[in-house]
DNA sequence: CCCCCAATGTAGGCAGCGCCTACTTAGTAG
DNA sequence: CTACTAAGTAGGCGCTGCCTACATTGGGGG
């Protein structure tokens, strides 16, 4: 009688949970519905309950990653010490995530990119509104550009050190000064001053 | 008697220039030797006489990336301006290869690294040269760490920049200016005047 | 000059995959 | 209790990568 039953009760999260670790081991070319159902003991037309597709698996995958990554950062936030320290543990948040699911961060940031589900879209949106926030209160209009940029870079600066990192061209301790030197460049700038710590 | 020969004549090359034009228009993801093949007027078995397997296939794009890129820094070298205005001819240079190719720098720099044949390996290494040489003479041994840090940081931003424009987070003009705003940055940094610009 | 051989391409089979359809089971709402 | 729906099963289709056996070709050594 305890058998197996019928129903599996959450098989679309014990999914999504062994996706991420196939994921990390495999990369997404290792991703198979057929082979995440006999590790969930299902037969393998039963994923399609869940997802329409594989791409619609991927997106799911995609959302959790933003909204995992989102949560990250908050936690680098918290705590009242000064916006430099904040920044700097948001950065190291942000590459170490990127380095440890670096298979995820490509499809959350897809080189052939797709119309996706606005699920994903609204994390993505989640994430960088997050990213906003960090940065305190707007000063000026006129600085609103110089902000978002400031923002982009920081961005593709953490993502382009996570890539150089996860594809093995440095290695993760030189990694992790490349970010600290990223940072005290990035809030040494002109531009940083017109928005992270203007005066 | 103007039947298509039994052999090819340049099958590889032929594989790798159709495999380059799939990649921008469908991603790794929709590269198939078999469609390959068929693109090539050959049997689906043919493309292994030049490529051992499908990897095989996806290093030697990788390598001949790397050689294309390193060649389109190398143009962007050339002239005699001065080193702010060569540097910002290479990053745009770094970045429009990184967003027309975007797919193809995913196999450059793979999310879930494996052992790779030493051609791939030389044709990095040489890209990584042809930027070292870019800085021009090294003036001092203490300095060396400095500028290796500064070529990552360079290379990492332009990519991080390129993945957000090729992903769609930002359009391709936003992209151009946070390139100019990330050269106006670091080479107005102190690890820049250690390194690019001394005294 | 010719013949043999290595390189190149052909043909077919195998297992795994994504996607589709028809069917079965279980839980729930009326 | 019964109907309805969500969730899972089972099987088929065409595609893929990989393997093996075989055919064709062109070039280099006898």
């Given at each position: ?18 996706a991420i670790l196939v994921l990390r081991?495999?990369g997404v070319?290792?991703l ?71 298979a995820l ?95």
């Amino acid at each position: 009688m305890t058998e197996r039953p019928f129903h599996h009760g959450s098989l679309r999260t014990a999914l999504l949970d062994e996706a991420i670790l196939v994921l990390r081991e495999s990369g997404v070319q290792g991703l198979s519905l057929r082979d995440l159902a006999r590790r969930a003991g299902v037969s393998h037309g039963a994923p399609r309950s869940h997802f329409v597709d594989r791409q619609a698996l991927l997106d799911a995958l995609a959302e959790t990653g933003f909204r995992r990554l989102t949560s990250h950062v908050e936690l680098a936030l918290a705590g009242q010490d000064d916006v430099r320290q904040r920044f700097l543990r948001v950065a190291r948040a942000y590459v170490n995530f990127a380095i440890d699911d670096a298979a995820l961060m490509d499809l959350m940031f897809p080189a052939t990119p797709a119309p996706r589900p606005s699920a994903v879209a609204d994390a993505a949106h989640d994430l960088f509104a997050t990213l906003d926030n960090a940065m305190g209160p707007r000063h000026s209009a006129t600085d609103e550009v110089a902000r978002e940029s400031f923002e982009m870079l920081f961005a593709a600066t953490m993502q382009g050190i996570a890539t150089l990192v996860a594809s093995n061209r440095i290695d993760r301790a030189r990694g992790d000064r490349l970010v600290d030197e990223a940072m005290e460049m990035m809030l040494g700038s002109a531009l940083a001053t017109r928005t992270v710590a203007p005066g």
